[in-house]
C-alpha cells in the first residue's frame, strides 16, 4: 500500500483508542523496515494539520482526521517525461494536482481519473515558479485516454520489443504476440508499428500489453511521423460506415418540406467573407442601416444540425472529432465532404438553410434589440479576405471588379464592426496581438517535403477586412448567449476564467525584471490586462514578453455553468458560429432549435423539446474541451516535424535567431529564417549559468554570459529529431557578461542584472498596471 495522508488515517481511524507506534503503522502499510523514517516524517507532517495526535510513542487519529474527507478531484492525467504526474482540472495542463509516480496507481497519462488531495498541511509539492502545488493519489481510473501505442519494433534472438518514442508513456511495454506472429513481425523490425492496447496496468510500475498491428513506415520519415501523431493522438482520418451511409442519403438540394417552419431571407444580400483557400463556408453577413446612428446586421450561419441529428452516426462521429484539425497542405474535418463543402455550406446563389440571429445596434456598439430564428437564405457572393481589404480602400482593379457592386454594403459593415470593437475596448476585452506564426511551405510536388517555414503576420490592409467579419462573429456569439440568458435556458458556455492570483504574482515579479511595475490586482481584470498588452507591444523583447503574459492565463474552454469570458471581457459567451468545423456550436444550435420551439417560435421543425440535462452539458463540454487541446497539440507536433526535417540538411550551419522563452532545462530559441524554434540544452551553454525563474533570465557566473528573453543571439544546428519534432541548437554567441560581482553580476531590485557600467534595470519601458 503506497504511503499516503489517506491510507494512514484509515490505519489509525481503525486503530484501538491508544493509537500506534511508527513501527505497526509501516508494518500496516506493507512498508520494509528502512521505510519508517518516512511513516515518522509522514506522521508529523499531519501532526502539525491536526490530523493525528501524539502521544509518546503512539499516534491517532486527531480532531481534523476525524472531520475530514478527502477532497475528490476529477481529472486528466498528464505525465512528464520524468515520470511526475498533474492532473488537470480543466484549466491549465502541468497546473493541477501533482502525483508522485509511485501514487498513480494503474493510471497513464491522458486517463480520466479520480485524485484524492491531501491536506493542504501535508506534502504540498514546491516548485521554483511559484507557490507549491497540491498533491494527492489517483484512487480511481474513470476513463482510458489511449486504446493504441505507436512505435519502433525491434527484436534479436526471437523475441520482439517496441520502443514507444512518446516521452509521456512511462510504463514498460509487453507485446501480445504468438509464434507465428513473432516470425512474421520480425521481417519488420526497424518500422514503425500500431498496436492496440489489450491490457492496461494495474499499479504502479506495471505494464501495458500491446498486440502489434498495422506497419506505418520507417521512422524519421514525415509521412511515417505524421501518422505516428495522428495514430497517436487518436485522430480519426476515416469516417464509419454508418456515417458515411448517411453522409451519401443527404440530399444535394433542399426541398419545399425543408422550408416548413423557417423565415424566407433569400431577399436579403447576404455575403460570405473567408479566406482565399476556404472550401466550406459557415457563415455569411449583411447590414441595413436604420438610422445614421443605428443598423441592423445579419449573421447566418450554416444549419448543420438539421441535417446531422443527435445521436445519428453522423453526430457520433462528429462528436468524437470534437472539430476540424488543420495541417500543413491539408485539413481532417469533423464532417464528410458531402455536409462540409456542399449541402451545409453557404456558397453563393444557392438556397440553403441557416441559423440566424439579428441584432440592432447604435453608434457606442450597444445592442438594442437581438432575434435568433431558423431561415432559410441566399448568399449573392463569395468574397475572401484580400479582395474586401481591396475594396474597403477603393481598389476595384482587374479580377476585384465584382467587388464594386457590394462595396457600400462592404463600408457599412466594417464602420458597424468599428462601432462593435470600440465598444469591447471600452469593456477591456483583451487586444489582438500581432505575433507572427510559423507557416509551413511544402514542395508542389511532394506534400511531405518541406521547402521552407515563414513568419506569417496579417498584413494591415487585409487585418481590417479579418476584423470586419470578427467582431461580427463575436456579437453573433454575445448575442445568442443572451438569448439563452433571457430565456434562462441551459446551453454549452465557452468560458474564460480569470487568471489565479498565484500566477499575476509570479508574472508581476518578472516582468519588473524587464521595467514594468505591474499590480497583480490590477491586470487581474480585462482592463488593466489589455493596458499591460498594449505597453508590452512597444518593448523590444515585446513578442517574448507577449507569450510570458499569455501563459500567466487561464486557457478558455467549455463549460454547463457561466463564468463569463475575461478575454473578451464578456459576461455570457458561446460559440454560434462554426458549426462545420467546431461540435460545441453544432450542439448549441440544437439547443436554440429547442428554445425557440419552446417559445413558439419557427424552429425548424423542432416539434418535440428535448431539455438539456446538466450531467449531459457537462460530459459534451468536457469532450469538447479535450478534443480542443488534442487538435491543437497535434497541429502544433505536426508543423514541428515539418520544422525538423527542414532543419535536418542544415546541421552545423548557423543562424541569428532570439530568445523566445526558457526554462530549467533550458533556452528555447526562434531562428529568424527559416522561422522556426529550436532549443538549446542548459548543459550546453557555455560558463556557469543558473536560471532564475523569477526574473526570466539565465544568469551567468565567472565571465558566463546572462540571457534575458529578447536577446538577439547566433545558433548552430546541432540535431533535428524529427520523430519527435525537435531541433536542438548550440549558443555560439550573444548575452551580456555582468560586471563587478564574481557570483554573477551587480544586482537590480528583484533580483534583475543590471546592466554594465550602470545603475539601471534592464532595459524597458516603465507602466503601471
Known amino acids: 500500500m503506497a504511503l499516503t495522508p489517506d491510507a494512514i488515517l484509515e490505519i489509525l481511524r481503525k486503530a484501538a483508542p491508544e493509537g500506534l507506534q511508527v513501527a505497526d503503522i509501516a508494518e500496516a502499510l506493507s512498508l520494509p523496515r528502512d521505510h519508517r523514517s518516512k511513516v515518522r516524517r509522514a506522521l508529523k507532517l499531519l501532526a502539525k494539520g491536526g490530523m493525528v495526535e501524539q502521544s509518546g510513542r503512539h499516534y491517532r487519529m486527531g480532531s481534523r482526521g476525524e472531520k475530514r474527507s478527502a477532497q475528490q478531484v476529477e481529472g486528466v492525467l498528464k505525465v512528464t517525461p520524468a515520470g511526475h504526474g498533474y492532473v488537470d482540472e480543466g484549466d491549465d495542463a502541468y497546473d493541477g494536482v501533482y502525483v508522485a509516480p509511485v501514487e498513480m496507481g494503474g493510471a497513464m497519462d491522458g486517463d480520466r481519473v479520480t485524485v484524492s488531495v491531501w491536506p493542504d498541511d501535508y506534502g504540498r509539492r514546491e516548485r521554483r515558479d511559484g507557490p507549491g502545488r497540491r498533491r494527492g493519489e489517483i484512487t480511481r481510473v474513470l476513463e482510458r485516454g489511449r486504446t493504441r501505442l505507436v512505435g519502433v519494433l525491434d527484436g534479436s534472438g526471437g523475441q520482439l520489443t517496441l520502443k514507444v518514442d512518446d516521452a509521456r508513456m512511462t510504463r514498460p511495454v509487453e507485446l501480445d504476440v504468438d509464434a507465428a506472429s513473432t516470425r512474421q513481425l520480425l521481417k519488420e523490425r526497424g518500422n514503425v508499428v500500431l498496436g492496440e492496447i489489450v491490457a492496461y496496468p494495474q499499479g504502479p510500475g506495471e505494464a501495458v500489453v500491446v498486440k502489434p498491428g498495422a506497419v506505418l513506415g520507417r521512422p524519421d520519415d514525415v509521412a511515417t511521423e505524421v501518422e505516428r501523431v495522428l495514430w497517436e493522438e487518436g485522430v480519426e482520418q476515416e469516417f ?102 456542399r449541402i451545409c455550406s453557404l456558397v453563393p446563389e444557392a438556397d440553403r438553410l441557416a441559423m440566424v440571429v439579428r441584432f440592432d445596434l447604435n453608434l457606442q456598439g450597444e445592442i438594442l434589440e437581438r432575434e435568433a430564428m431558423t431561415a432559410v437564405i441566399r448568399s449573392r457572393a463569395r468574397l475572401d479576405y484580400p479582395g474586401v481589404a481591396a475594396a474597403l480602400q477603393g481598389d ?36 489582438d496581438l500581432d505575433l507572427p506564426e510559423g507557416e509551413v511551405v511544402l514542395d508542389e510536388d511532394d506534400p511531405m517535403l518541406p521547402r521552407d517555414v515563414v513568419a506569417r503576420g496579417i498584413d494591415p490592409a487585409i487585418k481590417r477586412a479579418y476584423n470586419l467579419i470578427e467582431e461580427l462573429m ?203 524554434d529550436g532549443m538549446v540544452p542548459m548543459e550546453s551553454l557555455p560558463g556557469r549559468v543558473d536560471f532564475d525563474p523569477a526574473v526570466m533570465r539565465f544568469l551567468g557566473r565567472h565571465g558566463a554570459p546572462t540571457l534575458a528573453l529578447g536577446e538577439r543571439v547566433e545558433v548552430e544546428v546541432m540535431g533535428a529529431n524529427i520523430s519527435r519534432g525537435r531541433i536542438e541548437l548550440r549558443l555560439v554567441s550573444g548575452g551580456r557578461v555582468e560586471m563587478g560581482d564574481p557570483q554573477g553580476g551587480h544586482r537590480g531590485r528583484g533580483g534583475a542584472p543590471r546592466r554594465a557600467g550602470g545603475g539601471r534595470r534592464a532595459r524597458g519601458r516603465k507602466g503601471r498596471f
Open 240 to 341: 464509419s460506415p454508418q456515417a458515411e451511409k448517411e453522409a451519401a442519403a443527404v440530399p444535394e438540394e433542399i426541398s419545399e418540406a425543408d422550408l416548413v417552419d423557417r423565415l424566407d431571407l433569400r431577399h436579403l444580400d447576404f455575403l460570405t467573407i473567408d479566406p482565399e483557400t476556404a472550401r466550406d463556408f459557415d457563415d455569411a453577413v449583411t447590414v441595413e442601416r436604420l438610422a445614421e446612428d443605428r443598423a441592423r446586421v445579419w449573421v447566418a450561419v450554416a444549419d448543420v444540425s438539421h441535417y446531422v441529428r443527435e445521436d445519428s452516426a453522423l453526430d457520433v462521429d462528429a462528436q468524437l472529432r470534437g472539430s476540424s484539425v488543420y495541417l500543413p497542405g491539408r485539413a481532417i474535418p469533423m464532417l464528410p465532404e458531402a455536409l462540409s463543402a
Open 396 to 431: 476595384f482593379r482587374g479580377r476585384r471588379g465584382r467587388y464594386l457592386e457590394h462595396g457600400d454594403q462592404l463600408e457599412q459593415l466594417a464602420e458597424v464592426s468599428g462601432w462593435l470593437r470600440n465598444r469591447r475596448d471600452q469593456r477591456g476585452a483583451l487586444l
Open 474 to 676: 463575436i456579437a453573433a456569439n454575445e448575442a445568442v448567449a443572451q438569448v439563452f440568458v433571457s430565456a434562462e435556458q441551459a446551453t454549452l458556455w465557452r468560458i474564460h476564467a480569470p487568471p489565479r492570483r498565484n500566477s499575476l504574482e509570479l508574472l508581476s515579479t518578472q516582468l519588473a525584471s524587464y521595467g514594468f511595475t505591474v499590480e497583480p490586482e490590477r491586470i487581474g481584470h480585462p482592463g488593466g490586462m489589455a493596458r499591460l498588452l498594449t505597453q508590452l507591444a512597444e518593448h523590444p523583447a515585446s513578442r517574448p514578453l507577449s507569450y510570458l503574459t499569455l501563459r500567466a492565463l487561464q486557457q478558455a474552454q467549455y463549460r454547463a455553468e457561466n463564468l463569463g469570458h475575461f478575454g473578451l471581457a464578456s459576461e455570457g459567451y458561446l460559440h454560434f458560429t462554426s458549426p462545420i468545423r467546431r461540435y460545441p456550436d453544432l450542439h448549441v444550435h440544437r439547443l436554440l432549435k429547442a428554445t425557440l420551439a419552446a417559445r413558439g417560435l419557427p424552429a425548424g421543425g423542432i416539434k418535440e423539446v428535448r431539455r438539456a440535462s446538466p450531467a449531459a452539458l457537462n460530459v459534451i463540454a468536457r469532450d469538447s474541451s479535450d478534443n480542443e487541446r488534442r487538435a491543437m497539440d497535434v497541429e502544433r507536433r505536426v508543423k514541428g516535424i515539418y520544422a525538423a526535417a527542414l532543419m535536418r540538411d542544415r546541421v552545423g550551419d548557423r543562424f541569428a535567431a532570439f530568445v523566445n522563452g526558457m526554462a530549467t532545462f533550458g533556452l528555447f530559441v526562434t531562428i529568424d529564417q527559416p522561422y522556426v
